[in-house]
Nanobody, 130 residues
């Protein structure tokens, strides 16, 4: 049974950093997109960053070079290093896994569809204060 377990959320001040980690259990698809999404109450869940089985990396436009996604295949983890955090980054962050690649090509304007990701973690809260 596929299981995604996030950790690393917390509270920081503006300009601070956090590192999120997702432990990936029993996910063995050869073609995949592993991704981080975020959601605030009352708004749609949005993609933050994704890395796929072809090694391509995609970021949402709002990332603006502040976040770095990485996948450790030996440890089966998906990490998101977040620097330069701002209050608008406050959200619940989710790890997700999909059976297709993230996008046709690498982009810094990534807007994935939630429906392409059948597996989700429980989320970890990130709060950034001004």
């Amino acid at each position: 049974q596929v299981q995604l377990v996030e950790s690393g959320g917390g509270s920081v001040q503006t300009g601070g950093s956090l590192r999120l980690s997702c432990a990936i259990h029993e996910y063995t698809e050869s073609t995949y997109c592993m991704a981080w999404f975020r959601q605030v109450p009352g708004k749609e869940r949005e993609g933050v960053a994704g890395i796929d089985s072809r090694g391509r990396i995609n970021y949402a436009a709002f990332v603006k070079g502040r976040f770095t996604i990485s996948k450790d295949n030996s440890a089966n983890t998906l990490d998101l290093q977040m620097n330069g955090l701002a209050p608008e980054d406050t959200a619940m962050y989710y790890c997700a896994a999909g059976r297709v690649v993230c996008a046709a090509r690498e982009t810094e304007y990534w807007r994935p569809l939630v429906k392409h990701f059948p597996y989700w973690g429980q989320g970890t809260q990130v709060t950034v204060s001004s």
